[in-house]
């Protein structure tokens, strides 16, 4: 685990909506499971007093804070609040936001996310399903039942795509030790590097999968750094110029950013590129120890 353990105390932001509501049960099953802390706090404005499966809803994260022991927000708020609800987080004193919501104006994000830095607040998403190390913790809308404990890191910029080849890992007999959602958003909190770099110093992985698609440079640039054997598998071959294909980040523009470049580009450094995610074990195996 990479960024936050069993122990860490959860508060979600937007805990009265549908969504929260939803995934505050989930994640607390998951942390029941496996003896956890889980959700501690909800906050959403204008609700405080309320419970939502249990948990006591707050009007501040402020307020949450001082009646809770939390180090981690999810945010299930609507694309307008989010920025602020980042920032709220971050000058609460919390460590960690994961930010599910998708739509977010992408100054809004720049602004969140440069002062949440400030304050020494990571900032996973937005526009993410999350993370999830098995047996430890869930933050977010990742399904757990896909998932197994083992040495292998997965960073990855789509949802779905996480929880296909998080599948065939399981398949495989290759657990995970960490699952991480960065996003597919053009600006995001936490990089493929800064990913990458947590990895590196984490005993529990032996080797990591990155899962990339078109647009932007954000997998390259995590591979120059790499300092542990990775796999990579980048999606949208097929994907036409300036085109945007499903997430904000996702468009080939001016020629950079298309999937075959990428791949080529990363076969340069001597990373193995799958062709699709079924190869992955197989060009796993031979990295780990």
């Not at 909506?17 to 706090?41: C, D, P, W």
């Not at 523009?253 to 990363?266: F, N, Q, V």
């Amino acid at each position: 685990m990479i960024y936050a353990d069993r122990n860490a105390g959860i508060i979600v932001t937007g805990a009265t909506g549908k969504q929260g509501a939803f995934h505050i049960n989930l994640m607390n099953e998951y942390a029941r499971s496996v003896g956890g802390t889980g959700v501690v706090a909800g906050v959403t404005p204008g609700k405080g007093g309320q419970e939502v499966h249990g948990v006591p809803v707050y009007n501040s994260m402020k307020e949450a804070l001082a009646n809770h022991d939390a180090s981690v927000s999810v945010l299930f708020v609507p694309a307008s609040a989010a920025g602020d609800s980042i920032m709220e987080a971050a000058a609460a004193g919390i460590d960690l936001v994961v930010a599910i919501t998708e739509f977010i104006p992408v100054h809004d994000t720049m602004k969140a996310i440069s002062y949440a830095r400030l304050e020494g607040c990571d900032v996973i998403g937005p526009n993410c399903p999350g993370l999830l190390s098995p047996g430890e913790i869930k933050l977010g809308i990742m399904p757990a039942h896909l998932f197994s404990r083992g040495p292998i890191g997965v960073i990855s910029r789509s949802g779905t795509l996480t929880y296909e080849v998080v599948a065939e890992l399981t398949r495989a007999g290759l657990g995970q030790s960490t699952v991480v959602g960065i996003g597919g958003d053009p600006v995001i909190g936490q990089t493929f590097e800064d990913v990458l770099l947590r990895f590196s110093c984490d005993e529990e992985t032996q080797a990591v999968v990155l899962i990339g698609e078109v647009g932007g440079n954000l997998e390259e640039e995590g591979a120059k750094i790499a300092d542990i054997p990775i796999v990579s598998y980048i999606a949208g071959i097929s994907a036409p110029p300036e085109k945007r294909m499903g997430h904000a980040g996702a468009i080939v523009e001016g020629g950079e950013g298309d999937a075959r470049s990428k791949i080529e580009r990363l076969q340069k450094m001597g990373v193995p590129v799958a062709s699709r995610p079924s190869e992955i074990p197989r060009l796993l195996r031979p990295l780990l120890g």
